[in-house]
């Protein structure tokens, strides 16, 4: 019977030590791998010559659609820039109103070609209004946006279709 407690405590006791340094390996296997993330991030954030807050405008606000969402809309809004590939457009990354729950426009498209190659594809940011421009109190006749872009996921909804926010034709 002792020779049975004895053998029981050793195949315990190795496997709590078996199961403690998996769990040490698994702790600096996840270091190491986010050390190497955030590296390749840093690089490719020098790389592509991106700096955040990040300030650009909205383009696409010709739209009728848009042009009543940026009428509702105030300064410091909260949106998201969201990467929502199309056939003809694969970089295509559409500014979506959290408030009003619809699109306000896109970004450029050589902005939008670096944020992907940044974040990677599908990827969710938040962002928010600087000021509104455009309309009636300049010589302009549309309404524009100007956003600043965080690196920041708070006001992320759960979007994974527009199909039904913007005209098919």
């Known amino acids: 019977m002792r020779f049975f407690s004895v053998w ?3 195949v315990n006791s ?3 030590q078996t199961d403690i340094c998996y769990n040490a390996d698994m702790y600096i296997w996840t270091n190491i791998k986010n050390f190497h993330q955030r ?10 010559g991106l700096r ?6 909205i383009h696409g606000v010709k739209n009728a659609d848009h042009q009543g969402a940026i009428t509702q809309s105030r300064a410091e809004d909260a949106l998201q820039i969201v990467h929502s590939p199309t056939k003809d457009y694969p970089y295509n990354i559409f500014v979506y109103s959290v408030n009003l729950n619809r699109i306000l426009g896109y970004l450029h498209p050589d902005l939008s070609k670096k944020l992907v ?6 990827f969710c940011r938040d962002a928010f209004i600087e000021n509104v ?3 009636r ?11 600043r872009i965080v690196e920041s996921m708070r006001n992320m909804q759960n979007i994974n279709d527009f199909s039904h926010l913007y005209d098919k034709n």
Do not use: E, H
């Open 14 to 16: 190795f496997a709590f």
């Open 117 to 122: 190659r940044l974040f990677g594809k599908g």
């Open 52 to 57: 955040f807050p990040l300030y650009c405008k």
């Open 8 to 10: 029981f405590f050793y």
């Open 137 to 147: 109190q300049s010589n302009y006749k549309y309404l524009g946006c100007n956003i």
């Open 39 to 48: 590296l390749i991030y840093r690089s490719r954030k020098k790389r592509f």
């Open 133 to 135: 421009t455009g309309g």
